[in-house]
């Protein structure tokens, strides 16, 4: 070892030769010259009986006085019986652990284990909620470093557009991830227990319809696009209000699933979450509709009739619909889901169909010990005419700028 305590220049101007050599700084301290040029800090230390040796780090990316500053904190760990090579080998598997832990990984995980337990519908939308919701604020977080603030923080931002519904699900879907971490041993506690009560509360009651008089102005809106809406968008808007199907539904529709031929819409069953496929009857507005949303996205060659905006290997967000009605001026008023209420309503008063007809059209499934029989009784036909007697009755009213009672259509 060549002399000890010498400035930085000297070490900064030490030259590389024939064999490795150590010049020494103080305390153990010394910097390694390579025959390569190559310079790195390294300590001197005795554990457990035992000489080793503590590297510190490249001289070119280390400064003498943080390489002295690594070299006092390893003699502290000396002093407490800490090996400090070992310490430092520790703090880096704890970063590739932390890599692997992340909330996005563990959920990645936890998906994977459950997702042939749900339709594919579903696996959807959680997989949607995690890259929507939680993922840009968790998802590079170790897991065991997330609190309660932070996922309170993240769920406030869905709150904050109103999605409340949407909310309290991606709150579920946390929990369920957390779960799932403290059974792999990656967390000790699930920070999301508790934490609906900081949230607010999905409001009781029906979701926000507007009345059937309504109905004119509604499509008006839709129809001249002040608030500039996609033509996909608005696609999807008026075919909700033609077949007042849930809108997660219309999000998750496949082209596959469409017969043009006998102008009907088939939603798996697994989809649906019931124990047959449900059939919805298309009018003919509803088949243009579809049609030319056809050619609008038919470069992108998607399985979805409504391919994202941006990612269109994916279904339109949830957001889309919910926000294109707030920007059409009915924010509080009417939601994408309240389409299916302005329909019941319009087809019982406005059409005079019978309610049976309209439930199943609804896919409401029947209740109480006569439900089997009356789910055996599908009203295909009697629900085909009333798709295409509501379908008018739009065309109608909109093109009249008023409501009215269409009697000559009633269902025979």
Request: aromatic letters at 8%; one cysteine or more; proline letters at 5%.
């Amino acid at each position: 070892m060549k002399s000890a305590a010498k400035p930085d220049s000297a070490f900064r101007n030490a030259k590389p030769e024939a064999k490795p050599y150590k010049l020494a700084d103080s305390a153990g301290l010394y910097l390694l010259v390579k025959p390569n040029g190559s310079k790195l800090w390294q300590m001197k230390y005795q554990y457990a009986g035992k000489e080793k040796v503590f590297s510190i780090g490249n001289y070119k990316l280390t400064t003498l006085a943080e390489a002295r500053e690594s070299r006092d904190r390893a003699k502290k760990l000396l002093q407490q019986g800490v090996d400090p090579s070992e310490a430092k080998q520790e703090a880096k598997r704890q970063i590739s652990r932390n890599a692997q832990n992340t909330f996005k990984a563990t959920a990645m995980e936890w998906y994977e284990v459950n997702k042939g337990r749900w339709s594919t519908g579903y696996a959807a939308i959680v997989q949607s909620r995690l890259e929507r919701c939680l993922y840009p604020e968790l998802g590079y977080r170790p897991l065991a470093s997330i609190t309660p603030q932070d996922v309170l923080d993240t769920l406030r931002k869905v709150e904050q557009r109103g999605a409340l519904d949407v909310t309290k699900r991606a709150r579920q879907i946390a929990s369920s991830v957390f779960a799932y971490g403290i059974l792999l041993g990656r967390c000790q506690h699930n920070p999301v227990i508790g934490l609906e009560k900081a949230l607010a509360p999905r409001k009781p009651g029906h979701f926000a319809a507007v009345a059937p008089d309504e109905l004119p102005g509604l499509v008006k809106a839709i129809q001249r696009n002040d608030a500039r809406l996609f033509v996909q968008t608005r696609n999807a808007l008026m075919l909700l209000m033609l077949t007042f199907v849930r809108p997660g539904e219309m999000r998750f529709a496949r082209w596959k699933d469409i017969d043009f031929d006998s102008a009907t819409w088939t939603i798996p069953a697994e989809q649906m979450k019931m124990r047959r496929d449900h059939v919805v009857p298309l009018s003919r507005q509803a088949v243009a509709i579809l049609k030319e949303q056809r050619a609008q996205v038919a470069m992108l060659k998607s399985e979805w009739v409504f391919p994202g905006h941006v990612l269109w290997r994916k279904p339109i967000s949830e957001c889309t619909l919910v926000n294109a009605v707030k920007k059409l001026g009915y924010a509080g008023k009417h939601t994408a889901h309240g389409f299916r209420a302005l329909a019941r309503t319009a087809i019982r008063e406005k059409l005079d169909y019978p309610a049976d007809v309209i439930e199943k059209q609804l896919a409401h499934e029947p209740r109480g010990a006569l439900g089997g029989t009356y789910d055996r009784t599908q009203f295909l036909p009697q629900r085909r005419k009333m798709m295409q007697d509501w379908a008018d009755y739009v065309e109608h009213v909109s093109a009249n700028n008023h409501p009215t009672e269409i009697l000559s259509k009633k269902n025979a």
